[in-house]
T-cell receptor
Framework: DAKTTQPNSMESNEEEPVHLPCNHS???????IHWYRQLPSQGPEYVIHGLTSNVNNRMASLAIAEDRKSSTLILHRATLRDAAVYYC????????????????FGQGTILTVHP | EAGVAQSPRYKIIEKRQSVAFWCNPI?????LYWYQQILGQGPKLLIQ????????DSQLPKDRFSAERLKGVDSTLKIQPAKLEDSAVYLCASSLDPGPNSPLHFGNGTRLTVT
């Protein structure tokens, strides 16, 4: 499984934008970049994903570098409810039945939001 | 739509006892996953089902863990006998299919404590 590297922790103030970085220098052409977050005492929650182009949804934006070796999750206005562990994960397409698109979680980034 | 349901929410057992966890995925989701999350770590995939067939159980300790998904809907994960190191949160997730464009939906997990 291709690996990702994220900072252990980041801090932000409420209502300010947050940029969460992720490095994935060994990404393959068929790897999708996925972001999940996990709030305390809950299961992980899907945030956003993309392959090559930048993506936007109601929760966040995903900016993908042109060489795809890094990406950034952008929370446009952080709220206290955004305090969570954020996971950047590479998810492969089905490759002859060997990977089955599984998610392999790393340690993630602990985001603290200050009021 | 209703989310992924798991029960029980908490379980405390003594080592060498057996325990079972139950998962009801989102209706229509063909792919079901069981993850183990030890405190302070990211979730680790134990087993992945496609309908009622196993497609990945490479990280399942098969000498003590077993899982089944009869009729391709509900699933149970069993540990027999439990060890102290099995103390963790057991997360169930489901997705429409195993492809990279189908996000995983997680339940809130079962917290197991082995004493």
């Amino acid at each position: 499984d291709a690996k990702t590297t994220q900072p252990n922790s980041m801090e932000s103030n409420e209502e300010e934008p947050v940029h969460l970085p992720c490095n994935h220098s060994t990404i393959s052409g068929t790897d999708y970049i996925h972001w999940y977050r996990q709030l305390p005492s809950q299961g992980p929650e899907y945030v956003i994903h993309g392959l090559t182009s930048n993506v936007n949804n109601r929760m966040a934006s995903l900016a993908i570098a042109e060489d795809r070796k890094s990406s950034t999750l952008i929370l446009h206005r952080a709220t206290l409810r955004d305090a969570a562990v954020y996971y950047c994960i590479l998810r492969d397409v089905l490759a002859g039945g060997t990977s089955y698109g599984k998610l392999t979680f790393g340690q993630g980034t602990i985001l603290t939001v200050h009021p | 739509e209703a989310g992924v349901a798991q029960s029980p929410r908490y379980k405390i057992i003594e080592k060498r006892q057996s325990v079972a966890f139950w998962c009801n995925p989102i209706s229509g989701h063909a792919t079901l996953y069981w993850y183990q999350q030890i405190l302070g770590q990211g979730p680790k995939l134990l087993i992945q089902f496609q309908n009622n067939g196993v497609v990945d159980d490479s990280q399942l300790p098969k000498d003590r863990f077993s899982a089944e998904r009869l009729k391709g809907v509900d699933s149970t994960l069993k540990i027999q006998p439990a060890k102290l190191e099995d103390s963790a949160v057991y997360l169930c997730a489901s997705s429409l299919d195993p492809g990279p464009n189908s996000p995983l939906h997680f339940g809130n997990g079962t917290r197991l404590t082995v004493t």
